[in-house]
């Protein structure tokens, strides 16, 4: 049901001829199937504006009694309006400005005041529809114009394919086409289709239709509602030409890299990247060479290096790469990069893509976690579609490509994803050969409801509240970081604690570039770091950071991926005597039924969505305090883990949570796990054999499994990734290495810590482990299946 505001200030209850009248027309209106929120004050609307999404219309008092606060003047409103302040009406219609698209607001005038319309503020009749008169007209007509307002606006609202398909479900069609349920009715003939109908309800089997619906559009023919929900997408998200694709952001990077690069063409990498990406290489056959990112002391990946991508540099890569050597050509045809990282890593944009142009006419920007980049002024510049004609002129632009995880910070399914296009003429992308990539990856069986909610996350970000809603996850990621600042604070200054307490990686100060202030983060206005992208990027060489080689302004680091810190290690790679790793950690926040995104050594990555509230991150704030308490106390393990001592009782046994803490944080500092970690990614193995030649051999039993501590020299015929964040530690083709090169030595302390630690072990994809022994076993090439030369 839509919802209509009643900002008034008289009380609904109130005597009198006025208070009588609105009562009656607010019944009017909820006769007509809306329902009626009432706000007397400034401070009472602005909450319903902030909470209810459902609003349709707006009936809107100009005298309303203002709250307090910031004033469209600039001034702090009374209780109620005095000679030169704005009255609450003005506030509330500005609101509305911010937080909605086109809502219809009436403005309801004192009645006999004729002169009023005359002393209105000229804005004011562009932002309302109409004005109305309570006492002049008759409740049921005041209503009917007031409900004829919301339809408008409850059907123009929504985005092109999801009203279309509403259409469809409404006609109440018999289905005669796939799929079989035909609506759900299958379900109802089997007890266990029943329940699986009642859980899911009606609606959503009804809108699971078949290609056949030609009202509808094609997926694959980008026609129809279907192909102007595109198009919508395309100018909200600033594209020239956007996909919509249905099984997740990994077929969406599968799909750019099959297009941008042929067998035997040369790629350019970001060895960051996910492995997705690299399974488009495997498809298209391309040789892949590295770009190398950076790692810092909690073995965080980074940025790659402003070095690392001019062209001397990438030249040089190529040049000495055994795999570029006999390549069809010896310039690269595409480069990916991740931005932004797992970790929050943002690049600037437009300086990546200016450096990487001398180099290849292809830029794919993998931004399957930042979706969001376009709608907040923070990360103005810092997201694919900002490279363009405009802000990077002259016949060297690249074409550039963005794929996005739609369904992971914006609001849509699971598994939908978008590819965003912006062509250049150096590299033009012919839609048409295009298509046929597109429907290499795609379905001929699409799911309606994902499209749908492609098209509403969309609709979402569309003008105003796209920046509001992307606003307030920044505001609450910002609540959260400063509450952890100061509560570590808090518990040094009062000593009634041990002193230590959990961080989260954000830089110790900031700077307020308007005034020269600096301040503590915990103290620093939020408006300031809410708004002020310089609070964000990472100083060159700041310890916070600890990346090496940095520019100024060249990486940002997004507010929304809040990476907590555990003691035991910093950012520079310095250990201290007593740790706690993050393994434990995020283990007993599970037991707490709050799930974590990432857990690297003693990092652990809450990502902030538009679905954060105070309330979620309160409790987790609650959670680490709990934490710290039986940490503290040397609580036993049946307290704090009571199901990991379940499942390994012989292990953990009589162990304590300090105790175990203490214990992994020892090994972790002898074994040098971390340190291994950033060797292995920045020692890259040598490549011996295309990727692609060696899945050739894995499908036609060309390969065998490997015992770890016997895979000294062998080649690689799968990936290992290290999940999460799923990053690939060596390809296919690739060498293992000497027994004691960095790459076997990581992963053999992985293999021993896995064995020391049961119930933490790594999730290692491209690893299988022996159930008894606990040994790693890889897959390799069978040594007469020699790579081809």
Same mark, same amino acid.
């Given at each position: 049901?839509?919802?209509?505001?009643?900002?008034?200030?008289?009380?609904?209850?109130?005597?009198?001829?006025?208070?009588?009248?609105?009562?009656?027309?607010?019944?009017?209106?909820?006769?007509?199937?809306?329902?009626?929120?009432?706000?007397?004050?400034?401070?009472?609307?602005?909450?319903?504006?902030?909470?209810?999404?459902?609003?349709?219309?707006?009936?809107?008092?100009?005298?309303?009694?203002?709250?307090?606060?910031?004033?469209?003047?600039?001034?702090?409103?009374?209780?109620?309006?005095?000679?030169?302040?704005?009255?609450?009406?003005?506030?509330?219609?500005?609101?509305?400005?911010?937080?909605?698209?086109?809502?219809?607001?009436?403005? %309801?005038?004192?009645?006999?005041?004729?002169?009023?319309?005359?002393?209105?503020?000229?804005?004011?009749?562009?932002?309302?529809?109409?004005?109305?008169?309570?006492?002049?007209?008759?409740?049921?007509?005041?209503?009917?114009?007031?409900?004829?307002?919301?339809?408008?606006?409850?059907?123009?609202?929504?985005?092109?394919?999801?009203?279309?398909?509403?259409?469809?479900?409404?006609?109440?069609?018999?289905?005669?086409?796939?799929?079989?349920?035909?609506?759900?009715?299958?379900?109802?003939?089997?007890?266990? $289709?029943?329940?699986?109908?009642?859980?899911?309800?009606?609606?959503?089997?009804?809108?699971?239709?078949?290609?056949?619906?030609?009202?509808?559009?094609?997926?694959?023919?980008?026609?129809?509602?279907?192909?102007?929900?595109?198009?919508?997408?395309?100018?909200?998200?600033?594209?020239?030409?956007?996909?919509?694709?249905?099984?997740?952001?990994?077929?969406?990077?599968?799909?750019?890299?099959?297009?941008?690069?042929?067998?035997?063409?040369?790629?350019?990498?970001?060895?960051?990247?996910?492995?997705?990406?690299?399974?488009?290489?495997?498809?298209?056959?391309?040789?892949?060479?590295?770009?190398?990112?950076?790692?810092?002391?909690?073995?965080?990946?980074?940025?790659?290096?402003?070095?690392?991508?001019?062209?001397?540099?990438?030249?040089?890569?190529?040049?000495?790469?055994?795999?570029?050597?006999?390549?069809?050509?010896?310039?690269?045809?595409?480069?990916?990069?991740?931005?932004?990282?797992?970790?929050?890593?943002?690049?600037?944009?437009?300086?990546?893509?200016?450096?990487?142009?001398?180099?290849?006419?292809?830029?794919?920007?993998?931004?399957?976690?930042?979706?969001?980049?376009?709608?907040?002024?923070?990360?103005?510049?810092?997201?694919?579609?900002?490279?363009?004609?405009?802000?990077?002129?002259?016949?060297?632009?690249?074409?550039?490509?963005?794929?996005?995880?739609?369904?992971?910070?914006?609001?849509?399914?699971?598994?939908?994803?978008?590819?965003?296009?912006?062509?250049?003429?150096?590299?033009?992308?012919?839609?048409?050969?295009?298509?046929?990539?597109?429907?290499?990856?795609?379905?001929?069986?699409?799911?309606?409801?994902?499209?749908?909610?492609?098209?509403?996350?969309? $609709?979402?970000?569309?003008?105003?509240?796209?920046?509001?809603?992307?606003?307030?996850?920044?505001?609450?990621?910002?609540?959260?970081?400063?509450?952890?600042?100061?509560?570590?604070?808090?518990?040094?200054?009062?000593?009634?604690?041990?002193?230590?307490?959990?961080?989260?990686?954000?830089?110790?100060?900031?700077?307020?570039?308007?005034?020269?202030?600096?301040?503590?983060?915990?103290?620093?206005?939020?408006?300031?770091?809410?708004?002020?992208?310089?609070?964000?990027?990472?100083?060159?060489?700041?310890?916070?950071?600890?990346?090496?080689?940095?520019?100024?302004?060249?990486?940002?680091?997004?507010?929304?991926?809040?990476?907590?810190?555990?003691?035991?290690?910093?950012?520079?790679?310095?250990?201290?005597?007593? $740790?706690?790793?993050?393994?434990?950690?995020?283990?007993?926040?599970?037991?707490?039924?709050?799930?974590?995104?990432?857990?690297?050594?003693?990092?652990?990555?809450?990502?902030?969505?538009?679905?954060?509230?105070?309330?979620?991150?309160?409790?987790?704030?609650?959670?680490?305090?709990?934490?710290? #308490?039986?940490?503290?106390?040397?609580?036993?393990?049946?307290?704090?883990?009571?199901?990991?001592?379940?499942?390994?009782?012989?292990?953990?046994? $009589?162990?304590?949570?300090?105790? @175990?803490?203490?214990?992994?944080?020892?090994?972790?500092?002898?074994?040098?796990?971390?340190?291994?970690?950033?060797?292995?990614?920045?020692?890259?193995?040598?490549?011996?054999?295309?990727?692609?030649?060696?899945?050739?051999? @894995?499908?036609?039993?060309?390969?065998?499994?490997?015992?770890?501590?016997?895979?000294?020299?062998?080649? #690689?015929?799968?990936?290992?990734? %290290?999940?999460?964040?799923?990053?690939?530690?060596?390809?296919?083709?690739?060498?293992?290495?000497?027994?004691?090169?960095? @790459?076997?030595?990581?992963?053999?302390?992985?293999?021993?810590?896995?064995?020391?630690?049961?119930?933490?072990?790594?999730?290692?994809?491209?690893?299988?482990?022996?159930?008894?022994?606990?040994?790693?076993?890889?897959?390799?090439?069978?040594?007469?299946?020699?790579?081809?030369?």
């Amino acid at each position: 049901m839509s919802t209509v505001l009643f900002a008034l200030r008289e009380d609904p209850s109130g005597r009198g001829a006025k208070s009588e009248q609105l009562r009656r027309i607010s019944q009017a209106v909820e006769e007509q199937g809306l329902e009626v929120r009432w706000a007397l004050t400034e401070d009472d609307a602005r909450a319903v504006l902030r909470t209810e999404a459902g609003l349709a219309a707006a009936v809107v008092a100009w005298d309303l009694p203002a709250g307090p606060g910031p004033r469209g003047t600039g001034t702090a409103g009374p209780a109620a309006p005095g000679p030169g302040a704005e009255p609450g009406g003005a506030g509330i219609l500005r609101e509305v400005g911010r937080r909605f698209t086109d809502l219809p607001v009436l403005l %309801v005038m004192a009645d006999g005041a004729d002169e009023d319309l005359e002393h209105l503020p000229l804005w004011v009749a562009e932002t309302v529809v109409g004005y109305v008169w309570p006492l002049e007209d008759t409740p049921g007509f005041i209503a009917g114009r007031i409900a004829s307002a919301a339809r408008a606006y409850r059907e123009a609202v929504l985005p092109p394919f999801f009203r279309a398909l509403r259409r469809f479900d409404d006609a109440h069609e018999y289905s005669w086409h796939t799929p079989a349920h035909a609506g759900g009715v299958a379900f109802l003939k089997s007890p266990v $289709g029943r329940a699986f109908f009642d859980y899911y309800g009606e609606r959503l089997f009804r809108t699971d239709l078949s290609i056949s619906v030609e009202e509808l559009g094609s997926l694959f023919e980008h026609t129809g509602p279907v192909g102007e929900a595109e198009r919508n997408a395309a100018r909200v998200f600033g594209a020239e030409r956007t996909y919509f694709v249905l099984h997740g952001n990994s077929t969406a990077d599968r799909m750019v890299g099959h297009y941008c690069v042929a067998r035997d063409e040369i790629a350019l990498v970001d060895r960051n990247c996910h492995k997705s990406v690299l399974h488009g290489l495997v498809l298209s056959g391309a040789r892949p060479v590295f770009l190398v990112p950076t790692r810092n002391g909690y073995g965080l990946a980074g940025p790659l290096p402003p070095e690392e991508i001019r062209p001397a540099a990438v030249t040089g890569r190529i040049g000495t790469h055994p795999l570029a050597l006999d390549a069809l050509a010896p310039d690269a045809q595409y480069a990916v990069v991740t931005n932004s990282t797992y970790d929050g890593l943002c690049y600037d944009a437009v300086h990546v893509a200016r450096d990487l142009a001398a180099s290849t006419p292809r830029v794919h920007f993998d931004e399957a976690w930042f979706a969001y980049a376009r709608f907040h002024p923070l990360y103005a510049g810092r997201y694919a579609m900002a490279v363009g004609p405009d802000t990077l002129p002259g016949p060297d632009r690249p074409t550039v490509f963005s794929t996005q995880s739609t369904h992971k910070l914006l609001a849509a399914l699971s598994q939908s994803a978008m590819v965003h296009v912006r062509p250049a003429p150096r590299a033009p992308v012919d839609e048409e050969r295009f298509n046929e990539t597109f429907m290499m990856h795609g379905t001929t069986s699409p799911l309606y409801p994902a499209i749908a909610s492609l098209d509403v996350a969309a $609709g979402m970000m569309d003008g105003p509240q796209g920046h509001w809603l992307i606003d307030e996850a920044i505001t609450e990621a910002i609540r959260f970081r400063q509450a952890m600042a100061r509560t570590g604070r808090r518990i040094a200054a009062e000593g009634e604690r041990p002193d230590w307490f959990f961080g989260v990686w954000q830089p110790p100060t900031v700077t307020d570039p308007a005034t020269g202030v600096d301040y503590a983060f915990a103290d620093a206005p939020p408006a300031l770091l809410r708004t002020e992208p310089s609070c964000w990027q990472l100083a060159p060489e700041a310890d916070w950071h600890g990346f090496p080689g940095l520019s100024e302004g060249y990486c940002l680091l997004d507010p929304v991926k809040v990476t907590v810190t555990c003691p035991g290690l910093d950012a520079t790679g310095r250990w201290a005597e007593r $740790g706690i790793p993050a393994r434990i950690l995020t283990a007993y926040l599970a037991g707490r039924n709050i799930l974590v995104e990432k857990t690297d050594t003693y990092t652990t990555l809450i990502l902030f969505s538009m679905g954060i509230t105070k309330g979620k991150w309160g409790t987790l704030l609650d959670a680490l305090m709990d934490f710290k #308490a039986l940490y503290d106390a040397d609580a036993p393990l049946e307290r704090v883990l009571p199901d990991l001592l379940a499942r390994h009782p012989r292990r953990y046994a $009589g162990t304590t949570l300090s105790g @175990l803490c203490q214990s992994m944080h020892e090994h972790l500092r002898e074994a040098g796990l971390v340190t291994l970690l950033e060797t292995a990614f920045q020692d890259l193995p040598e490549p011996v054999a295309p990727p692609q030649w060696c899945y050739q051999q @894995l499908i036609r039993e060309g390969t065998e499994r490997v015992r770890l501590a016997d895979s000294a020299g062998r080649v #690689a015929a799968a990936m290992v990734t %290290v999940t999460p964040p799923g990053i690939p530690v060596l390809m296919p083709g690739e060498s293992t290495g000497t027994a004691d090169g960095p @790459l076997l030595r990581y992963l053999r302390a992985l293999e021993s810590f896995d064995r020391a630690f049961p119930g933490f072990a790594s999730e290692t994809h491209g690893v299988t482990v022996d159930e008894i022994t606990g040994d790693y076993h890889i897959e390799c090439l069978l040594p007469e299946r020699h790579p081809r030369p």
